[in-house]
Structures are given as structure tokens and as C-alpha cells.
């Protein structure tokens, strides 16, 4: 059963240091903002990347339950049951922009839809509203020993919401606000003011907790949010935000991979909102900008590293599933590149993210592009491909895509009334002087 993103959100929880929380807004002191021009092929090379993404999300579901498979062979034909409720959400988000793109007829997108949604709302076992964070594709229940999993959860959740504001369709509004309205937020709390890690049946709570920035800010404006059972809004200065420096850079964050400045910021609108603590966009800018900073330092060791080429997050390699990046240094780093860490930055730093996807295109084609696009990694040095797509990987992808092309997912999502509401709990307020941003549109 897979568990390395878990495994290292263990350790990373119970390592990181407890630093002061600063009140310091970055507003944008490093960000010079300025709205880029795009290359004519700019727009096809992401359609083209968001369709080949959307294939995945089609054929690895299962087309009864419509629960997606967590990774398979880049050129299809995945068989195993195992799914991951996190692909799921980011599934459900694909079959958004799928319809809108016209990648499948608008009634077999709603209609798969619907079935995804009902076996969630009524085939699937809960504990306390929650789905273990594996299930099997056929039947819903527990896969092998799997945790509940609440920042899955979450995933699963954003995913299950933004259907519920694009669709207009009263049973997949019923089903995805019943998915929603039953978490009993409070009981993963476990007594005290952030999420417990996880639970299982066999040892129940862990004693690690999401205490510390990451991708969990969406895991608490969602229970913030919640119209049945919402946690305090106290909650919300219960996770650290450790100050991270780097060259030039300044920015929120504990020692981790990429990912954690982009999952919550797919679905939640961050742009020109602040809270007491910082300017969350602009901070996940600061990290992609330290990012390939740090890459580009990389070189001497590992030549594949270039202003072109560029990008490393939570991924397989040669040696299996890691959790590597940086700043600082994180894991078995060996010059490879993973494609969802430009991909999933684009709406952060466009121009630079865009040379990266434009270079594996052009320079690697067929070697690392496959059915569902690119595999999710590779070793320009070694010559090591990728077999596989990663369903949160290929997710984190496409959403970033058509965020930055259209925004399609940010309006959508953020029509739920319990976002703002969330948002509005923990003070989050207009950015004093607003970042110029690169919009396509």
C-alpha cells in the first residue's frame, strides 16, 4: 500500500521546530509583479496537457463507482481496486473543466458525476462523516489497513464541492452537500485545537498533529466553514508558520517538498487576500521563486538543472516514492525532474513554470509524454523514466492549468457560501496594495 506522502508528513510534523509565529504580512516585498505576454502555443500546449490529464481521471476511475485509482501506467490499462479519496477530489474537479472543455458529451461528464457522487454519499462507509484514505474502487470499503486520513479528507471535499456549484443538478447538489454537512469536524480534533494526523480502528489517533503550515489550509477553513459541525475559528492560529530565509527569499514555510504551497491554493482564491500573518499567495510565489533558485544552485552537482529545466516535489524515482525538494535540502535529490512542480506552480510564476513544460515538450517529447501526459518523473542524467502517473500529481497539473488560463476552478469553488464565510472567520480581509497577477484571459 503506498505511504510515503504520509510517511513524510509524520516525520516532517514531528521534527519541525517551534518557531515564533511572526505578524508580518509579505504583501509582496520580493514580488515584483508585472503581467507577462504568453507564446501563441502557450494555450494549446495546456489544453493539450489538461486533456491528457483528464484521460487519466476518465479511464482510472472505475466507471461504476467513479473512484479513481491513485496512480497508474502512464500509457493506461491500470486493473488494480485501490483508490485514493485525494485523486477523487482532484477527479471530480477534472470532470468541471472536462465539461466545460468539452472533452466527453456534457451528459456522460454529469452523468459519471452523479455515480461518483451517490457511492460517496451512500455506498461508502464513514467513520464520523470521514472516508478512509484508501477504499477499493468496487465496494467502498477500507482498503488493507488505511488510515482516515482528514487533510485527504479535504481533497476529497474541494473536489466534491466545486461539483456542487458547477453542476446545475439538484442530485448532485443533494449528495455533495450531504458529503459535506455529515464530517464531524470537531471529533478529529481529538481534544485539542488542530487536526490529529490520522486515526485507524488498531492504534486510533496519532499523536502527531497538523500543527505546522502546509497544505492544511484548506483543511480548516473547510471544517471552519462547515454549516453542521464547524471547529472554532480559533483554530485557524493553531498551526505554526515558521519563517523560512533562502538566498533572497523570506517566506512561510517548515523544511518540505513543493506540493504544500500549491494543494490548497487549486481551489481556495488566495489572490490579494491577507490574513494577520501574511499575503498567502504571494508567500506560495516567495517558495516556487526559492525553489528554482535553489535548483539552478544545484547545477554543479547535477547538470539537468537549468533556468529551462527545473522543478522537484513529493514524487516516484528510481528508488521508489519520495519526498524530496528544497529549500533546504530534502531527500535522495539525484537530478530529476518532476513535471507537476512547474505544472503546479504556473499560476506562480508563470513564465519561468511555462519554459519548464515547454522544454519537456520539446526536448523530451515521446520519452516522458504518454497517454495521460507527462509520467510523473524522470532523470535527464540517468536515462531512468517514470512507468507511472500520479493521480495527485497529474491533478495538481491540470487544475493549476486552467486556473491560470481561466480561473474556472478558483470562481467555481469559491462560490460555496461556507468558503467565504470560513475566510471571513479568520480575518482574511483585501490586500492593501494588490499584486499585479498574469492572467491569460
Not at 163 to 185: G, P, Q
Request: with cysteine; glycine share 8%; aromatic share 14%.
Amino acid at each position: 500500500m503506498p505511504w510515503t506522502r504520509r510517511e513524510f508528513l509524520r516525520a516532517a510534523l514531528a521534527g519541525a521546530a517551534a518557531l515564533k509565529l511572526a505578524n508580518t504580512s509579505l504583501a509582496s516585498e520580493l514580488l515584483t509583479p508585472k503581467r507577462h505576454g504568453h507564446r501563441s502555443g502557450d494555450a494549446a500546449l495546456l489544453d493539450e496537457l489538461e486533456q491528457a490529464s483528464f484521460e487519466y481521471f476518465w479511464h482510472e476511475a472505475d466507471p461504476v463507482s467513479g473512484q479513481v485509482r491513485d496512480r497508474a501506467p502512464a500509457d493506461g490499462g491500470g486493473t488494480g481496486t485501490m483508490s485514493s479519496i485525494a485523486a477523487t477530489g482532484f477527479g471530480l474537479t477534472a470532470l468541471c473543466i472536462g465539461h466545460r472543455r468539452n472533452y466527453r458529451s456534457h451528459a456522460q461528464i454529469t452523468a459519471r458525476v452523479r455515480r461518483t457522487l451517490h457511492f460517496l454519499a451512500h455506498q461508502t462507509p464513514t467513520i464520523h462523516g470521514f472516508f478512509y484514505h484508501w477504499i477499493d474502487t468496487r465496494d467502498g470499503q477500507r482498503f488493507f489497513r488505511s488510515e482516515i486520513s482528514p487533510i485527504d479528507m479535504a481533497l476529497l471535499l474541494c473536489g466534491v464541492l466545486t461539483c456542487r456549484e458547477y453542476f446545475h443538478d439538484e442530485e448532485i447538489r443533494r449528495d455533495a452537500t450531504l458529503i459535506y454537512e455529515r464530517v464531524e469536524w470537531p471529533w478529529a480534533l481529538n481534544g485539542g485545537n488542530s487536526f490529529a494526523l490520522s486515526w485507524t480502528p488498531e492504534v486510533e489517533f496519532s499523536p502527531l498533529r497538523w500543527d505546522c503550515y502546509a497544505e492544511c489550509m484548506m483543511l480548516y477553513l473547510l471544517a471552519i466553514g462547515s454549516p453542521t459541525h464547524p471547529i472554532s475559528a480559533n483554530a485557524w492560529q493553531s498551526f505554526r508558520r515558521p519563517w523560512l530565509s533562502y538566498a533572497d527569499y523570506r517566506f512561510i514555510s517548515p523544511p518540505a517538498p513543493l506540493f504544500i504551497h500549491q494543494f490548497s491554493h487549486a481551489w481556495f482564491d488566495f489572490r490579494d487576500q491577507e490574513d494577520e500573518y501574511t499575503d498567502y499567495f504571494g508567500n506560495s510565489v516567495l517558495a516556487v521563486k526559492a525553489h528554482r533558485q535553489f535548483c539552478l544552485e544545484l547545477k554543479p552537482q547535477f547538470s539537468s538543472y537549468s533556468e529551462n529545466l527545473w522543478g522537484i516535489t513529493a514524487s516516484d524515482s528510481s528508488k521508489g516514492y519520495v519526498a524530496w525538494g528544497g529549500p533546504p535540502m530534502q531527500g535522495p535529490v539525484d537530478g530529476s525532474i518532476v513535471p507537476a512542480a512547474a505544472a503546479g506552480s504556473l499560476p506562480f510564476l508563470y513564465e519561468e513554470s511555462m519554459e519548464v513544460i515547454r522544454t519537456l515538450r520539446q526536448r523530451y517529447g515521446r520519452k516522458i509524454w504518454k497517454r495521460y501526459g507527462f509520467v510523473d518523473a524522470f532523470n535527464p542524467l540517468t536515462g531512468w523514466v517514470d512507468r507511472d502517473v500520479v493521480g495527485i500529481d497529474a491533478g495538481i497539473s491540470m487544475v493549476m492549468a486552467e486556473n491560470v488560463r481561466t480561473r474556472l476552478i478558483w470562481n467555481t469553488f469559491m462560490r460555496n457560501p461556507e468558503m467565504k464565510t470560513a475566510m471571513d472567520k479568520c480575518g482574511f480581509h483585501n490586500l492593501s496594495t494588490p499584486a499585479t497577477l498574469y492572467s491569460m484571459s
